[in-house]
């Protein structure tokens, strides 16, 4: 069993940054893939960030590709997802997602992933 905490949501202005955390418990952080994703009202759930357990891949959907940086401390069992250049369309809440996997490529898919936080607010205005 893994517990996922996420931290650092909030209000800010089109342009501004902020920086998402994703605290785990439980379990060998270090064994599990992870992933972001976002969920604004009226929309289905989107992926918008993994990394690889082993941290040497990251993969982004293209809507917060060169905005978006995911990145993980194995030794803090911690992710983060540092957001810039924000925009309205991002404003959504954002949830931390794990799964531990042979395959050293993590998934884009929700269903793949087992674990999953409370969400995060972020809200971005114009």
């Known amino acids: 069993q893994v517990q996922l905490v996420e931290s650092g949501g909030g209000l800010v202005q089109a342009g501004g940054s902020l920086r998402l955390s994703c605290a785990a418990s439980?379990?060998?952080?270090?064994?599990?893939?992870m992933a972001w994703f976002r969920h604004a009202p009226g929309k289905e759930r989107e992926f918008v960030a993994a990394?690889?357990?082993?941290?040497?891949?990251?993969y982004y959907a293209n809507s917060v590709k060169g905005r978006f940086t995911i990145s993980r401390d194995n030794a803090e069992n911690t992710v983060y997802l540092r957001m810039n250049s924000l925009k309205p369309e991002d404003t959504a809440v954002y949830y931390c997602?794990?799964?531990?996997?042979?395959?050293?490529?993590?998934?884009?898919?929700?269903?793949?992933?087992?674990?999953w936080g409370q969400g995060t607010q972020v809200t971005v205005s114009s």
């Open positions: 439980g379990r060998t952080f270090s064994n599990y893939h």
């Open positions: 997602a794990a799964r531990r996997s042979p395959l050293t490529t993590p998934q884009a898919g929700s269903m793949w992933y087992n674990y």
């Open positions: 990394i690889s357990w082993s941290d040497v891949s990251t």
